[in-house]
């Protein structure tokens, strides 16, 4: 018999090798279309939430400003400046060169009475605004959105740079376990060698603040600032206040600026969801089928959040890539804009230069504001030079000699600083000074100045001013002091 006959007298079905591979490419098939159809679903999902969330941002943004109708004023209660690192570049183990992945940001915290007579609100911002301190830590301040207010960083009773820096507990224990990765401060001299001490990262950051006198001449840049800020709040929530000077820049931007990369995010988004649902739901008929997939993708507000934390596990890459694409579309429109948490757990000191290394330097000094404010860094650095020179010249003849003693001294220990902001001074000292032994001084110091290693970089702050005050020594009396002068300024003019 060519089959095995059943009971009824029918011949059973005969499984062949044909029927097997049938029934197996049957299966793979199926599970194929379906888990294709899962994958594209998924590659669907970062583009709806970039989409969804960018037209979020904007309908946020637009209905804010509306709500914001009671005014008030309030009273910077602290300003401070923030370091952290960028945790996707600092190593996670090991020393921590901060020059390399610092993270700036700068915090400013109002009171803002409460209308009901309640304590008063703390509400803490993020801003748009450097502090004075001349220093590359500070360069990612700019590039953030935020409030822009002019912050009190100067000492109101003194005038003099005052800044609050802020950081991360751990991050600071980190810092002082880290070698300085190249330590700003090497003594050339055997002499000052019991002045050499441990460097760390921190204490470094420390010694890199310190330069008073370009800090001041960037204070003098800015306007006097007010302690005072004035707010738009929300009646039924005063705690969501906008700074006024914010609420003019909301709603500015065209819709279209949005709206259109929004559009385009959705639209492909949508395109893979049909194509990844039609895999993944391919056996059902279509009457249940659509509704199915329309409900899911009108379901996008509720789900959108909880796909985000599925999404980073998933697909880490895409899921960094929404998440900080979609932030920064929300922070250009709202982040900085609303009160934030202030961040707590830091580690705090104070950058105050009459507290600092130059503090005996500066102490016989008194120097003002220009009114008007200065109008470019070389007018402010002049002004400054300006003071210096001017007050070191009244100065008794002991005082003249101690502070260009103590001046050149600095510079053999290579604390450099000060000598550039004293070379006006330096110059008139060296040929009006009554004393001869003070003018010795003060060519001695010249004479150190005019180092190739003190040559101003034509990037740097004021160096067209600090170029000018070498030029002014082409006619000293002293041969030595012009030769240099001379040498100086013809490397300057080869860069």
Known sequence: MSGIESGSGAPATRISGEVVVREIAHFVRARARMFGGAAVLLAAVPLLLLGWRMVEAHRAERELGPRL???AEGRIAAHFWRL????????????LPLFYHARSEVWMTVELADPSGAAPHRLSYRVADRPPLAHHYATEVPKRPGTPMALPWADPERGWPRVEVRIPGP?????RASPASSWPVSYAEAEFAADRTPGDELAKLRIELDEPWEALARLWLRPPPEFRVAVAFDPERPERAVPVADLERLGTRPAAVTLLPAGLALGAGVVLYAMGMLGLLGGLRPLLAVPLALAGLLALPWWGD????FLERAIPGAGRFVSEIAASELEERLGD??????????????????????????APFRLERPAPP??????AWRALTAQLAEQALALPEREQRALLQRLVTDQRRDRRQAGEAFLPAADRLSRAAPSENVRAWARNLLLWQLRRLNDPDPDDFAAAAQRAAREALRDHPDADLRARAEESLGRLAER
């Open 69 to 71: 109708t009671g005014r």
């Open 171 to 175: 991050l600071a224990a980190r810092l």
């Open 374 to 379: 200065p109008a470019d860094p070389d007018q």
């Open 337 to 362: 804009r609303l009160p934030r948490p202030e961040p707590a757990g830091d580690e705090r000191f104070v950058y105050a230069p009459e507290e600092g290394f130059f503090a005996e330097v500066l």
């Open 306 to 309: 909880r796909a985000s934390w």
């Open 84 to 95: 952290d690192v960028n945790p996707a570049t600092a190593p996670a183990e090991g020393p």
